[in-house]
């Protein structure tokens, strides 16, 4: 065999080789197509190979690409911070480019422990997070993050963080029924914020729909005007990492407009660039901005490719596609009909336990035994096995797995906006293929 130089996720497993995409299609370079029914890692929003955009990166390209945001703004750039704060709920935001959503969520985290420091208050450095949840890979952001199989290596360099319960109603960390609850799950918070002590905590961050560590999961109704409540009480920031969930993907532009929150800081990316190029950012509300402009007037974090025009170009034209399309809204009507096409699967699939999520943010969870609700061994493997044998029949779906202690095995389904309805058939039908075949090897 030849040598490898290139460190591929698995090292030993083989990979196609990419050849092109076109909408919701990719081949690879033996021919085989794969519809992309999860955007990648939820990312290509608006489908592969769209020549408006195309057109854009050319268009910057010719001009600028790089600048380096120390010695030069640009109209690009300066366009899409106000673009953003233009669209995000309750407006008035600043941004603060970056290039990936463990960037964004690092520096949402360095922002809110600034405004405390700005305002003389130095011991508020803790960001509480939630124990089912993912931020991203780099310390501070992997620190936030509740997702057991990505911190287990790196437990010793972690900062500690205080973990609350998430709101996962199918395996309810209270054992409560959604209908007469209480929202304990919100409540929580609380009991932590009082154990610590506010004056120890800057901020609580939170994916409005838990994505990679536990399968678009939706919180119930109420829950974050809950959280915000005891967030403001407390004295305490909220940040919603809206990595995932942002820019039109679950049929709002952002994820928490459904619950009518505004957040103090919001963390974007993924569908930001559609993947056209990388390009992240932090959204920091104007009375959170305030005490910095008042003091050090510098945000204490950048990248060399923070702002770079190309980036920032590539994303103001994806924002026109969404918008010109009203992508949102399309969101929301093929997420109704994708979820009730993956209902149907579900009907006889008995190994498929929980279908859920908004807009075309889906997830199914995956049980040994639906009544019981009982998760497969983890030596099953149960994710990796049909997030492959979907692979081999042509279609893309995104792993959920391990998230969390005690969950089961979930994926996504989340495939661009621009999906159509024969699409979503093809999707439903080759996933019913593959979940079926699953189920045969392992239930017998
Ligand atoms: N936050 C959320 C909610 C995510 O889903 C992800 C990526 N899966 C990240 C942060 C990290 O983003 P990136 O991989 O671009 O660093």
Redesign the pocket.
Known sequence: MTREHLIKPLLTAHYPTIAYGKGVFLYDSEGKSYLDASSG??TAGIGHGVQEIIDAMLAQAQKVSFVYRSQFTSEPAEQLAKRLSDLAPGHDYWSFFVN??????ETAMKIAIQYWQEQGVRGKTKVISRRMS????TLG?LSMSGHVARRRRFIPLLEELPLVAPPYCYRCPFHLEASSCGMACADDLETVIKRIGAEHIAAFIA?PII??AGGAVVPPDGYYQQIKAICERHGILMIA?E??TGIARTGAMFGMEHWGVEPDLI?L??GLSAGYTPI?ATLAKDHVMEPILAGSKIVMSGHTFSANPQSAAVSLAVLDYIEGRQLAKAAEEKGRCLLQALERVAEGCPIIGDVRGKGLLLGLELVADRAAKTPFAPAVGLTQRLVERAMAKGLLIYPAAGGVEGAGDAVIIAPPLVITNEEIDLLASRLEEAVHEVMEEVMG
């Open positions: 890692a939820v990936s959503g463990s960037e964004a969520t993912y931020h991203g890979i952001a994916e994505g990679a990492d990595v995932m963390a990316g993924k992240a």
